[in-house]
T-cell receptor, first 116, second 116 residues
Framework: DAKTTQPNSMESNEEEPVHLPCNHSTISGTDYIHWYRQLPSQGPEYVIHGLTSNVNNRMASLAIAEDRKSSTLILHRATLRDAAVYYCILRDVRAISGGSNYKLTFGKGTLLTVNP | GAGVSQSPSNKVTEKGKDVELRCDPISGHTALYWYRQRLGQGLEFLIYFQGNSAPDKSGLPSDRFSAERTGESVSTLTIQRTQQEDSAVYLC??????????????FGPGTRLTVL
């Protein structure tokens, strides 16, 4: 399985942009890059995903390096509610007879602290 | 609309007892997943259902763990003869369909299991 590397923790100030990096040097051509986050005492929630091009949605932006060996999740204006563990995940797709496996393989993620 | 729900939210049991954890996915979601999260760790995949079938049981830690799904809806994860190392938060997720590489998973709040 292709693996990802993220810093254990990062700190930001409220209303400032946050850039969360992820390295995935062994990514394969068909791996999608997904980001999930887990707020305290909650299950993870989807943030964004992409393949090659940069992506934007209402929660965040995803910048993907041209060689796809790294990516950056961008929160444009951090709020206190954005304090969470952020997981960068490569989609682990394995073809199984009659269907496909879509499990997510989570690492330890980056703990983001947002200071007021 | 209603999200993924899990019950109970907390379960304390004695070593050697059996426990059942329940997951109600989002209505109409055909894929269902179970994950486990030990304290301070990332999520570990346990099992995946497509409809009522489980194409991938590769993450189940031992034969004490089993899961079933009925009516393409509710799923139950059963742990027999619980051990202290089974203590963790058990998370359930569902997704709309099995097709596509970019399928978002919706997570429930989890069941916190403590084995004394």
């Amino acid at each position: 399985d292709a693996k990802t590397t993220q810093p254990n923790s990062m700190e930001s100030n409220e209303e400032e942009p946050v850039h969360l990096p992820c390295n995935h040097s062994t990514i394969s051509g068909t791996d999608y890059i997904h980001w999930y986050r887990q707020l305290p005492s909650q299950g993870p929630e989807y943030v964004i995903h992409g393949l090659t091009s940069n992506v934007n949605n209402r929660m965040a932006s995803l910048a993907i390096a041209e060689d796809r060996k790294s990516s950056t999740l961008i929160l444009h204006r951090a709020t206190l509610r954005d304090a969470a563990v952020y997981y960068c995940i490569l989609r682990d797709v394995r073809a199984i007879s009659g269907g496909s496996n879509y499990k997510l393989t989570f690492g330890k993620g980056t703990l983001l602290t947002v200071n007021p | 609309g209603a999200g993924v729900s899990q019950s109970p939210s907390n379960k304390v049991t004695e070593k050697g007892k059996d426990v059942e954890l329940r997951c109600d996915p989002i209505s109409g979601h055909t894929a269902l997943y179970w994950y486990r999260q030990r304290l301070g760790q990332g999520l570990e995949f346990l099992i995946y259902f497509q409809g009522n079938s489980a194409p991938d049981k590769s993450g189940l830690p031992s034969d004490r763990f089993s899961a079933e799904r009925t009516g393409e809806s509710v799923s139950t994860l059963t742990i027999q003869r619980t051990q202290q190392e089974d203590s963790a938060v058990y998370l359930c997720a569902s997704s709309p369909v099995a097709g596509g590489f970019d399928n978002e998973q919706f997570f429930g709040p989890g069941t916190r299991l403590t084995v004394l």
